[in-house]
């Protein structure tokens, strides 16, 4: 998502779209757009990048009317749209005042469509690199995500986040339990790729996937494990690790004593310490003083 100003994208975008060299401008900006995608993740005003992002991604969205196979493109919508899901409609519902019911239903179908839409894309970035597997891997067919390699590690670990989002979100939970082993699947396979991506990223990812009950392949102990993990390859600076225990493994287990612990270590993470981390760890922190708040009614 990050990019020139959007004003003067859609000023060249006005500039090119009468001229005889069209493409050649809409594919430079396309890869201008992805290839600078991540400068949201170092702003230290979440209200800012909330106000920015959708303007961004639309934009992408119709540069991909143009080029529907563009990586790039696909990649940052992919990511993009997954982490405004997160961020700033999930995590809103989360957060917010549970008397505000209509609100927080709104919110969470929001969420829960801005993850459905981000997997698709997710799907269509992981097919231009492995023919095919677009069509397949969603009813079950996980046999091309061994032809993936470590350059579609991003675009895996984004597409298992948009659908452990889209499932936690889902109106009838149970009726998408099969899906659970396909992203466990391709998880699993950023995995064995680059088990480092990103200080650890993927390994959060794991803890609230093995936060599951284990009738679902969860396992507090494996969960554990990538909590370790993961804090060992961020140097225990990202809050969302903390988080992710808590809410995953603390919570259900009853445990007051830890939950609270892993809150307020996260809220104790340096925000300034790692700056390509900045907005994922106020993010968190936002959520962890919310669940804090309320940990009375928790437990």
Same mark, same amino acid.
């Given at each position: 998502?990050?990019?020139?100003?959007?004003?003067?994208?859609?000023?060249?975008?006005?500039?090119?779209?009468?001229?005889?060299?069209?493409?050649?401008?809409?594919?430079?900006?396309?890869?201008?757009?992805?290839?600078?995608?991540?400068?949201?993740?170092?702003?230290?005003?979440?209200?800012?990048?909330?106000?920015?992002?959708?303007?961004?991604? #639309?934009?992408?969205?119709?540069?991909?009317?143009?080029?529907?196979?563009?990586?790039?493109?696909?990649?940052?919508?992919?990511?993009?749209?997954?982490?405004?899901?997160?961020?700033?409609?999930?995590?809103?519902?989360?957060?917010?005042?549970?008397?505000?019911?209509?609100?927080?239903?709104?919110?969470?179908?929001?969420?829960?469509?801005?993850?459905?839409?981000?997997?698709?894309?997710?799907?269509?970035?992981?097919?231009?690199?492995?023919?095919?597997?677009?069509?397949?891997?969603?009813?079950? #067919?996980?046999?091309?995500?061994?032809?993936?390699?470590?350059?579609?590690?991003?675009?895996?670990?984004?597409?298992?986040?948009?659908?452990?989002?889209?499932?936690?979100?889902?109106?009838?939970?149970?009726?998408?339990?099969?899906?659970?082993?396909?992203?466990?699947?391709?998880?699993?396979?950023?995995?064995?790729?680059?088990?480092?991506?990103?200080?650890?990223?993927?390994?959060?990812?794991?803890?609230?996937?093995?936060?599951?009950?284990?009738?679902?392949?969860?396992?507090?102990?494996?969960?554990?494990?990538?909590?370790?993990?993961?804090?060992?390859?961020?140097?225990?600076?990202?809050?969302?690790?903390?988080?992710?225990?808590?809410?995953?493994?603390?919570?259900?287990? #009853?445990?007051?004593?830890?939950?609270?612990?892993?809150?307020?270590?996260?809220?104790?993470?340096?925000?300034? #310490?790692?700056?390509?981390?900045?907005?994922?760890?106020?993010?968190?922190?936002?959520?962890?003083?919310?669940?804090?708040?309320?940990?009375?009614?928790?437990?």
């Amino acid at each position: 998502m990050r990019t020139c100003g959007v004003g003067l994208i859609l000023t060249v975008a006005v500039a090119v779209s009468g001229c005889s060299v069209k493409r050649m401008g809409l594919e430079r900006m396309a890869d201008a757009i992805s290839s600078t995608s991540s400068a949201f993740a170092s702003d230290n005003d979440p209200e800012f990048v909330r106000l920015a992002a959708p303007s961004n991604l #639309k934009l992408v969205e119709m540069l991909l009317q143009d080029q529907p196979r563009h990586h790039g493109l696909l990649s940052t919508a992919c990511s993009g749209f997954t982490q405004y899901a997160y961020a700033f409609l999930q995590v809103d519902a989360d957060t917010a005042d549970p008397a505000r019911e209509t609100e927080i239903r709104d919110l969470r179908g929001r969420a829960a469509r801005m993850y459905d839409r981000a997997r698709g894309y997710c799907l269509r970035a992981l097919d231009v690199r492995v023919a095919g597997i677009g069509s397949v891997l969603p009813v079950g #067919k996980t046999e091309g995500l061994r032809r993936a390699t470590m350059s579609d590690v991003p675009t895996l670990y984004w597409l298992g986040a948009a659908w452990g989002g889209s499932l936690t979100l889902a109106e009838s939970p149970a009726m998408r339990i099969g899906e659970i082993p396909l992203l466990r699947a391709v998880l699993q396979r950023a995995l064995e790729l680059d088990p480092g991506w990103e200080s650890g990223a993927i390994h959060e990812a794991m803890i609230a996937l093995e936060g599951l009950p284990p009738l679902l392949g969860g396992s507090p102990v494996r969960a554990r494990e990538h909590f370790e993990k993961a804090n060992q390859l961020s140097g225990g600076d990202s809050a969302f690790a903390y988080v992710a225990l808590a809410t995953s493994v603390a919570q259900p287990a #009853k445990d007051r004593a830890e939950f609270e612990r892993l809150l307020r270590t996260a809220l104790a993470v340096d925000v300034s #310490k790692r700056p390509s981390m900045r907005l994922p760890n106020l993010i968190a922190q936002k959520r962890a003083r919310a669940l804090l708040a309320r940990i009375e009614t928790l437990f």
